[in-house]
DNA sequence: CGATCTTGGTTGTATATACAAGTTTTTGCG
DNA sequence: CGCAAAAACTTGTATATACAACCAAGATCG
């Protein structure tokens, strides 16, 4: 079976969403509908259903129906910025080196998170973003070549990858991990950190609609960054289960 | 039907997680195995393994079986929870230890955040959260007695002071600061580190309809825990699987 | 008219079955 | 012994069926 036929139905839906055939709070086929118009069984219609669900697209309710969740709101918390944008708006001036901009065998932790082969070739760059002289992060970021091609060829000088990215592929999904560690000597050596201190590292994975497109890790000194997030927890919308 | 079957067997699944007997990357039954041992069909024991599977407790691999995830911490950036909640849901089992739990002269810092008058009284109370054992994080929190009276008579070793305040005082707005940072020799040792490591610590005001709440700051060993957080720009595109 | 009952539609749970696809183990042959 | 084929086992997809739980709207009865 080339594609399940359960996707197809997810993908059949995300579109109608997507275009605005189906508004927000809007009435979905039922199970039964959408098996008789896919000609599958109710198992099957059932399961895309489900799957939406999880996935935070639908909401259900026993005897009523299925329906077009509200559209998540954006958190300002662990919003995607570009950093260069967030260092002008705080008055500072910005610049960025690029150390690396390769081709290179992809690490196995890399081709999970890109859904590539163990060893097959990947782009990699590796940045350093200055704020006022002073490096504020160290950027490692690997990206799929299947989607981005061109990748390689940028100037990123001039333009941040993730500012590229988000140009050519745009994003559809972001998944982050937060970390505390302690560098490793080379990355000391790029944030010129004279000792070792404690590091924020921004792991964050980006999506577009054909999957994964990168994976970026985002190393910053404790003592020059910090996020900051503000969640309002105002009127509440339809938030059933 | 009282309680669901499939649900019995992920209970049965995470008992067996939290007490060890089904360590990290050990094989757990096959749907064949679970179908016999509880008496039902494949399906249903095939459901236990599926939702364990989405909530990141198991992975599986077609041909092979499936396993336990390796369970490093991660709570979501985007939603305030209860850490006992976290640690439960990942099949852990949980435990707080009451440090303090006083009143104390307000420091002007905390003043500031909470709208008090510098020296007034605050309520305080330090406490450390255990997951299976191991410290997870210390929790040092500063309660505005003027909104929440009661606080310094509640038995935090039954109820988290994050769960007690959300129910006498719903949250309308929470404020949240992520950073990175070796701790001081007092917070190594309720943490029980040996040398000082990096640590996240994360400080969050929280707000009721009449204003500030409380100010916490979360501290936590990076090698312990991370944060994870997802957003989703659009409804299309999630159809990884 | 108003309260209750019935009915049809919808989601939720569960089963038995079949086959596909991937991996590991065993078997058997050269 | 070495290697290839076969078998056994695992997860993944799909179907057909049955019944339970729930809800809304219409029908019925007092």
């Given amino acids: 079976m080339a594609v399940a036929k359960f996707a197809e139905i997810k993908d059949f839906m995300l579109t109608q969403i997507e275009i605005g055939a189906w508004p927000e709070h809007s009435r979905v086929p039922s199970e039964n509908e959408l098996a008789e118009q896919f000609s599958v069984s109710r198992m099957t219609a059932r399961r895309a259903l489900q799957e939406l669900t999880e996935q935070g697209i ?6 009523v129906g299925s329906f077009v969740a509200a559209l998540k709101s954006q958190s300002s918390l662990l919003e995607i910025r570009n950093i260069a944008d967030e260092i002008h708006s705080r008055g500072h001036s910005y610049r960025a080196q690029l150390l690396q901009l390769t081709e290179l065998p992809c690490p196995a932790t890399v081709a999970a998170a890109l859904g590539l082969k163990h060893n097959e070739r990947v782009y990699f760059s590796l940045i ?4 006022d002289q002073l490096p504020l992060q160290l950027e490692a970021r690997y990206v799929n070549p299947r ?3 061109e990748y390689i060829q940028q100037d990123f000088a001039h333009i941040t990858p993730h500012l590229y990215l988000s140009q050519v592929a745009p994003l559809t999904e972001a998944e982050h991990t937060v970390e505390a560690i302690l560098p490793d000597s080379f990355t000391c050596q790029h944030l010129q950190l004279k000792k070792p201190e404690a590091c924020l590292r921004l792991t964050r994975r980006t999506f577009s609609r054909d999957g994964a497109v990168s994976l970026a890790y985002l190393t910053s000194p404790g003592s020059r960054y910090r996020l900051g997030g503000h ?10 289960s």
Same sequence: chains 1, 2.
């Fill in 58 to 63: 639908l909401y259900r309710t026993q005897g």
């Fill in 231 to 240: 969640l309002n927890f105002a009127p509440a919308g339809a938030t059933r």
């Fill in 147 to 149: 989607q981005i091609p």
């Fill in 128 to 131: 350093v973003h200055f704020e």
